[in-house]
């Protein structure tokens, strides 16, 4: 059994592959998985996994070198928005744009990962770094 990190074997494996500028989604409950992308369902009800929960987890094993987050979050999620600066301002770039454009972007996402968060735009994507 592993010891540490990420037990869930599909994620554990995509963070493993990540590679420079790959992009992946984590999404709360309600985000639309594009067609194509690999989609790892979480949710099992509402909240539950949180998003912020599964974030963090992603975050202690995957190098990133930015991130892109709806502009909407801000006015419609202020408290998860402050949150999830607090959670990623300091170790990238953070890049907001409209919901539409994130939703767009996604279809390039190397994985989509769904989560039990209901808070309205409680989605990231992540873009993956190097480490030296």
């Not at 194509?36 to 974030?55: H, K, Q, T, Y």
């Amino acid at each position: 059994m592993k010891k540490s990190g990420i037990y869930h074997g599909e994620i554990s494996k995509i963070v493993a592959e990540l590679e420079h500028f790959d992009t992946n989604l984590i999404g709360d409950a309600g985000m639309p998985c594009q067609p194509g992308v690999p989609f790892i369902d979480l949710a099992v009800c509402a909240g539950i996994p949180g998003f912020f929960e599964v974030l963090a987890a992603v975050l202690s094993e995957l190098k990133i070198q930015k991130a892109y987050i709806s502009s909407e979050m801000e006015e419609k999620s202020a408290t998860a928005h402050q949150r999830l600066l607090e959670m990623i301002d300091t170790d990238f770039p953070v890049e907001e744009r409209p919901h539409e454009a994130i939703k767009a972007m996604s279809r390039a996402a190397k994985v989509h990962i769904r989560t039990g968060e209901c808070t309205p735009y409680c989605n990231v994507i992540l873009e993956g770094g190097v480490t030296f």
